[in-house]
């Protein structure tokens, strides 16, 4: 069992900056994926980026390439969303998840666990 706590998310203005993190326990969190997903109101959930379980290989959304960063802190069992050069249309609430297989990082099935999801909103 994993339990996923996300926060960070708030008001800020387009251009601006905000972290996202992902507390994490139950299992070891060294042992699975973790990645980052985001649902617009009245859109689908959509992949945002996903880490490796020793955080050495990230994946990025094209559409947040170069401006999103994910990381993890193991020691800490946390995870994190650093967004800059926020746009209007990443106004979203954002979900951290944990994949224990693997596979499919981009995928929302692959995913067995879920924060309960952070509202980020951009003003333009």
């Known amino acids: 069992q994993v339990q996923l706590v996300d926060a960070g998310g708030g008001l800020v203005q387009a251009g601006g900056s905000l972290r996202l993190s992902c507390a994490a326990s139950?299992?070891?969190?060294?042992?699975?994926?973790m990645g980052w997903f985001r649902q617009a109101p009245g859109k689908e959930r959509e992949f945002v980026a996903a880490?490796?379980?020793?955080?050495?290989?990230?994946y990025y959304a094209d559409s947040v390439k170069g401006r999103f960063t994910i990381s993890r802190v193991n020691a800490k069992n946390t995870a994190y969303l650093q967004m800059n050069s926020l746009k209007p249309e990443d106004a979203a609430v954002y979900y951290c998840?944990?994949?224990?297989?693997?596979?499919?990082?981009?995928?929302?099935?692959?995913?067995?666990?879920w924060g309960q999801g952070t509202q980020v909103t951009v003003s333009s």
């Open positions: 880490i490796t379980k020793s955080g050495e290989i990230t």
């Open positions: 139950g299992r070891t969190f060294s042992s699975y994926y």
């Open positions: 998840a944990a994949n224990l297989g693997g596979r499919g990082l981009a995928v929302i099935s692959e995913y067995a666990y």
